[in-house]
């Protein structure tokens, strides 16, 4: 099989007599390459190893109280299975932003803050400045 750019000619493609066919995409190391260059399948694949890599280590994340354990813990864990071939990736700003939404979900679950209850609390939030992403992420300093 093979794949063409719009500069291809659309004459059959042969080799030895033997006719190649033509696809729309193909998988090489492990990532969908398609001359649409829709990363949208990679990203989706990515978010689900990165909910699996998640689930691998919940049941610590859990139990460990201290922010800057948690953010190596999600670093050395979480953050690889994100990234993993990402060096191939040419974005679009819409991947840009499904890519950031990812990583402040996962963000907001390392602090141990939903969206829900990042606004409530009767006194003012508690801000964090994320080291890596410079992110600003608020917990409330009581939930009555």
């Known amino acids: 099989?093979?794949?063409?750019n719009g500069?291809?000619?659309f004459a059959p493609f042969t080799l030895k007599g033997t006719n190649i066919s033509e696809c729309s995409s193909y998988v090489y190391l492990?990532?969908?390459i398609s001359m649409l260059n829709d990363l949208a399948p990679e990203l989706s694949k990515r978010k689900a190893a990165v909910w699996g890599a998640?689930?691998?280590?919940?049941d610590a994340v859990k139990r460990i109280k201290n922010t800057r354990l948690r953010a190596h813990l999600f670093d050395s864990a979480v953050l690889p299975a994100l990234t993993h071939t990402s060096e191939?990736?040419?974005l679009r700003?819409?991947?840009e932003r499904s890519l950031s939404v990812i990583e402040r979900a996962f963000e907001r679950t390392r602090l141990g803050v939903s969206r829900f209850?990042?606004?409530?609390?009767?006194?003012?939030?508690?801000c964090v400045n994320d080291q890596k992403s410079k992110m600003p992420?608020?917990?409330p300093n009581s939930r009555r």
């Open 117 to 126: 209850t990042q606004g409530m609390g009767s006194e003012a939030p508690t």
């Open 88 to 90: 191939t990736w040419s």
């Open 54 to 58: 998640f689930k691998n280590i919940e």
């Open 137 to 139: 992420f608020c917990t």
């Open 93 to 95: 700003k819409q991947d």
């Open 30 to 32: 492990g990532q969908e």
């Open 7 to 9: 500069l291809a000619s």
């Open 1 to 4: 099989m093979f794949m063409k």
